[in-house]
């Protein structure tokens, strides 16, 4: 396990994209008892780096995407972006969620602009960039179709494209592929690849499958079973890039991670899955 990429970014004095510094969430229950969701959580990413959370379901790893977010403030710890303290609605952030966000009766080019106009951009202007990025997530004649229209791979595509076309700094991610089949998970995560390698964002990706983490990202963190959930694993992927995701998990390095994580992670599942059953 090591830090890698942030080690390098403090020992250069740059400023983390997003520092998580012992974070604690904690939900005042309706008997008046109070549940620690995440205890003192510590996560750092760099300015262009790709970091993946994994974890067991519950474990708080969508919350600490919502904190780095502002949509919710932490009860206990600080939250920087690129050294400044993060007080309300993050806005050097995009957020992709795992349900489509597209507005129903817009087109896909309509919603991809929709970001852009109403931040004030004129509206020729907003739909020409518009389709600018439905061209570079492969939508281009696409354009005038509704969402319903659409494969769910599809509607993805959009909503990546809605979000990158303002251009944020960091890219927060939660389980954005995971209502998706297999083999278009993979086409989603070349696509993404792609994107982010010609424009290194800061990215923070939550998903269930370390195959997926493994493959798309810098780093993999695995925080523990809940309650009280806290960062317990951060490994360097020791992959070069760039990367094509069937052709990455072939390497024998791909395994040998696999292995060492899955080792740490399974028994948080395993102690995840009791709680859920009550044993």
């Not at 995407?65 to 932490?74: D, R, S, V």
């Not at 997530?137 to 494969?151: C, E, I, K």
């Not at 899955?262 to 395993?270: P, S, Y």
Request: proline share 5%; charged share 20%; with cysteine.
């Amino acid at each position: 396990m090591a830090e890698g990429a942030t080690a390098t970014a403090r020992n250069n004095g740059q400023a983390m994209a997003v520092a998580l510094t012992g974070v604690g969430v904690a939900f005042r229950l309706a008997g008046g008892g109070v549940y620690t969701a995440v205890e003192r959580a510590t996560l750092n990413v760099a300015d262009g780096e790709f970091v993946a959370i994994v974890g067991p379901t519950g474990c708080g790893k969508s919350t600490l995407l919502n904190i780095a977010a502002g949509l919710m403030p932490p009860s206990a710890g600080g939250v920087d972006i690129f050294g400044t303290s993060l007080a309300a609605l993050n806005r050097q952030a995009g957020y992709l969620f795992q349900a489509d966000a597209l507005f129903p009766w817009k087109t896909a080019l309509e919603n991809v602009a929709i970001g852009l106009e109403t931040a004030g951009t004129p509206q020729a202007e907003a739909r020409a960039r518009a389709q600018s990025w439905l061209t570079r997530v492969g939508l281009g004649s696409f354009g005038d179709r509704y969402p319903h229209m659409l494969s769910g791979g599809q509607r993805k595509r959009v909503g990546l494209a809605q979000v990158l076309i303002r251009d944020p700094k960091i890219l927060l991610m939660d389980e954005p592929f995971g209502p998706l089949d297999a083999q278009t998970r993979q086409i989603m995560g070349n696509l993404l690849l792609d994107l982010w390698n010609a424009d290194r964002k800061a990215v923070l990706f939550v998903t269930h499958d370390l195959e997926e983490a493994i493959a798309l990202s810098d780093r993999v963190v695995i925080m523990s079973a809940g309650p009280a959930a806290r960062v317990i694993g951060d490994w360097r992927v020791p992959l070069a890039r760039p990367r094509d995701i069937s052709e990455v998990r072939l390497d024998p390095a791909f395994h040998e991670l696999h292995r060492e994580i899955w080792h740490m992670l399974k028994a948080e599942v395993i102690k995840g899955y009791a709680q859920t059953e009550g044993v």
